[in-house]
């Protein structure tokens, strides 16, 4: 049995992999604050993931545990992600502070200290971080979003380095996707984000990618044997 956990699966980029990985023949758990009627076949938990608290509880319920017993293979896909607050240091609102830091970063480190204590008997076992160029780029507006993207990618460097046995840990950025963090860029003005003309122009020029074409591209590298071996890497350079 092939079981995968896919955070943010409802919509974008996490609806496309979890859709790609049921055709893969995988038992699907998706964590998001809402549902998605297209996903049949999906075991489907509402959770605001950005609650580091109400997550504590889920993984201390041993929901998690029930769901990996009896895997061959087991993956956590930590997908979800927050692109806000946009804008300079001084003009972010504390509470958009909080909430992105939970969903971006505690929300990945807590499930994949899960993961890894409750997959110990299981001889295939892999950890996908979603990450961002904007992990290893900075960009003006961006303080919180490029921070905790950083954050994921140093994470998967250094359990890297713990050589944990049967584990596989990579940071992997998706490239430019046709999703909804896309449209929250596009809508932010010029003293927010002062490259958002070129975000729009992604937009406009259609160089934007499809959840599809980029979820069948990460599951392919997910899937591979060399899945690993790089600690950091991005879709576009395989």
């Known amino acids: 049995m092939k079981k995968v956990i896919i955070t943010g699966h409802s919509k974008g980029l996490g609806y496309a992999l979890a859709q790609t990985l049921l055709k893969q023949g995988f038992d699907v758990l998706g964590l998001s604050r809402s549902h998605s009627a297209g996903l049949d076949g999906v075991r489907q938990l509402s959770l605001d993931l950005s609650d580091s608290n109400a997550l504590l509880q889920w993984i201390n319920s041993g929901e998690l545990k029930r769901f990996l017993e009896g895997a061959a293979q087991a993956i956590l896909i930590n997908n979800s992600g927050s692109i806000k607050p946009i804008g300079p240091?001084?003009?972010?609102?504390?509470?958009?502070?909080?909430?992105?830091?939970?969903?971006?970063?505690?929300?990945?480190?807590?499930?994949?200290?899960?993961?890894?204590?409750?997959?110990?008997?299981?001889?295939?076992?892999?950890?996908?971080?979603?990450?961002?160029?904007?992990?290893?780029?900075?960009?003006?507006?961006?303080?919180?979003?490029?921070?905790?993207?950083?954050?994921?990618?140093?994470?998967?460097?250094?359990?890297?380095?713990?050589?944990?046995?049967?584990?596989?840990?990579?940071?992997?950025?998706?490239?430019?996707?046709?999703?909804?963090?896309?449209?929250?860029?596009?809508?932010?003005?010029a003293?927010?984000?002062?490259?958002?003309?070129?975000?729009?122009?992604?937009?406009?020029?259609?160089?934007?990618?499809?959840?599809?074409?980029?979820a069948a591209g990460i599951v392919e590298i997910l899937l591979s044997n060399k899945f690993g071996q790089d600690s950091i890497t991005d879709v576009r350079d395989h």
């Not at 290893?136 to 890297?160: E, F, I, N």
């Not at 003293?191 to 980029?214: C, I, M, N, Y």
């Open 89 to 189: 240091l001084g003009k972010q609102t504390n509470e958009d502070i909080i909430s992105s830091v939970g969903l971006n970063v505690c929300a990945p480190l807590l499930l994949s200290n899960a993961f890894v204590e409750t997959t110990e008997d299981i001889s295939d076992r892999r950890i996908l971080h979603i990450s961002s160029g904007a992990g290893r780029v900075a960009y003006s507006g961006w303080s919180v979003y490029c921070a905790t993207k950083a954050a994921l990618d140093h994470h998967a460097r250094t359990v890297h380095e713990d050589g944990i046995a049967n584990l596989r840990i990579s940071s992997l950025a998706p490239g430019i996707v046709d999703t909804g963090m896309q449209a929250d860029i596009r809508s932010s003005s």
């Open 191 to 214: 003293d927010q984000f002062p490259r958002v003309e070129v975000f729009r122009g992604f937009k406009t020029k259609g160089q934007l990618v499809s959840p599809e074409e980029t």
